[in-house]
C-alpha cells in the first residue's frame, strides 16, 4: 500500500474507531439489545417445554436469526450513521476534492464496519455457547451455507445503507428509514417473535417476502439447522428450497447496480466540474473550510486532507521530472 494510502487508511480508521466508541445509542443498539432478546429466548427454551405453553416454541435456529439481525443493525443502521457524519462534517467533500479513489475511501468505511459486525458476531455466538443445549446443536451446523447467508446478508445491508444515505436529504430521514429495515425484520423475520409463532399468520409471512433481508436470513437458518432442503422450517417456500439463493442474487445485482449508478451520479458532476478548476482554487476551498471550521476535529481533519494535496502535488512532480529525464 503506498504512503498515501496507509495515511488516508488510518486517518479514516480511527476517526471511525473514535466516533464509534463516543456513540453509546450505537454500541447499546449494536451490541446490547439484540444479545437481550437472544439470550430471553435461549433461557425459555432451556426451562423446557414442560410449561403447558405448547404456543410458545423457540426455533431451533434462534442463534443464526440473532446473529442476523445483528448483522442488519450494524451493516446498515450503524453505516448510515456513520457515513452521514461524514456528509454532514464535510469531510466526504474535502476528502473527495483529492484525487483519493472514492471507492477505496469506501472500502475503508465498509471494512471497518465488517469489523464490528464479525466482532459482534463472534460475541453472540460466545453467548449462545453459554447454553448446553446450543453446544450440542453447533455439531450439525452446515457451515457454509450459514456463513454464506451471513456474507450475503452484510453485503446487502451495506449496499441498502450506502441508497439510503445518497437518496436521504437529512439524517432525521435516514434513520427512519434505516430503523424500519431494521425493525420489521426484527419482529417479522424470527427473533422477536419466532417463526413457530409467524407461521400461523399468513399475512405477516407475505408481509415478510417484501423484506430484502428475509432471503439472506432464511439461508442462515437452513446452514444452523442443516436443513438445506428446508423441509422442517418451510419458510413459506413449500419445499422449493431454491427460491431463496434464487432471489438473493436477482437482490444483489439489482442493489449493485443502483448503487453503482447513484455514485456515478452523485459524484460524476462533481468530479467534471473539479477538472475545470486549477490546483489553486482547491487550495482556497481548503482555506475556505479551515475558516468555517468549528472544533479541532474538524480543523484536523482539513488539515490532513491538505497534506494528502500537497503529497500528490509531490508526486506529480516527481513522476514530471522523471519523464523529462528519460527524455533528455
Avoid at 471507492?103 to 464490528?116: E, G
Avoid at 446443536?137 to 457451515?143: G, K, L, R, S, Y
Avoid at 513522476?319 to 523529462?324: T, W
Wanted: with cysteine.
Amino acid at each position: 500500500m503506498k504512503k498515501s494510502n496507509w495515511n488516508t487508511f488510518k486517518i479514516i480508521f480511527s476517526m471511525q474507531l473514535s466516533n464509534y466508541k463516543k456513540d453509546l445509542f450505537v454500541v447499546f443498539s449494536g451490541w446490547i439489545i439484540t444479545t437481550i432478546t437472544l439470550v430471553i429466548w435461549l433461557a425459555f427454551k432451556n426451562a423446557g417445554t414442560g410449561a403447558g405453553n405448547k404456543d410458545l416454541v423457540v426455533d431451533n435456529f434462534i442463534v443464526a436469526s440473532a446473529i442476523g439481525i445483528s448483522v442488519i443493525r450494524n451493516c446498515l443502521f450503524n453505516l448510515v450513521k456513520t457515513i452521514y457524519d461524514f456528509k454532514s462534517s464535510r469531510f466526504l467533500e474535502r476528502l473527495f476534492s483529492t484525487k483519493i479513489s472514492k471507492t477505496f475511501v469506501f472500502s475503508i468505511i465498509i471494512l471497518f464496519n465488517q469489523i464490528v459486525n464479525f466482532l459482534v458476531a463472534v460475541f453472540m455466538f460466545g453467548i449462545s455457547m453459554l447454553f448446553s443445549d446450543q453446544r450440542q446443536e453447533i455439531v450439525n451446523v452446515n457451515w457454509p451455507i450459514l456463513f454464506l447467508g451471513f456474507f450475503l446478508l452484510a453485503i446487502s445491508s451495506n449496499l441498502i445503507a450506502l441508497i439510503i444515505v445518497f437518496h436521504s436529504k437529512s439524517y432525521e430521514w435516514a434513520s427512519v428509514i434505516a430503523n424500519i429495515f431494521y425493525f420489521l425484520p426484527m419482529f417479522l423475520l424470527g427473533l422477536g417473535i419466532p417463526w413457530t409463532l409467524l407461521e400461523q399468520n399468513k399475512p405477516i409471512i407475505i408481509i415478510g417476502f417484501f423484506l430484502p433481508q428475509r432471503y439472506f436470513l432464511n439461508i442462515m437458518a437452513s446452514g444452523w439447522a442443516n436443513d438445506i432442503g428446508m423441509e422442517t422450517n418451510q419458510f413459506g417456500y413449500n419445499g422449493n428450497f431454491w427460491i431463496p439463493y434464487i432471489i438473493s442474487f436477482i437482490i444483489l445485482v439489482i442493489l449493485t447496480i443502483w448503487i453503482y449508478l447513484l455514485l456515478k451520479r452523485v459524484f460524476g458532476y462533481k468530479k467534471n466540474l473539479l477538472k475545470k478548476y486549477p490546483t489553486n482554487l482547491k487550495h482556497n476551498a481548503i482555506i475556505y473550510s479551515i475558516k468555517k471550521a468549528n472544533s479541532i476535529e474538524e480543523l484536523n481533519e482539513i488539515m490532513e486532507v491538505k497534506k494528502l494535496i500537497i503529497e500528490e502535488k509531490k508526486k506529480k512532480r516527481k513522476a514530471k521530472g522523471k519523464i523529462e529525464n528519460a527524455n533528455s
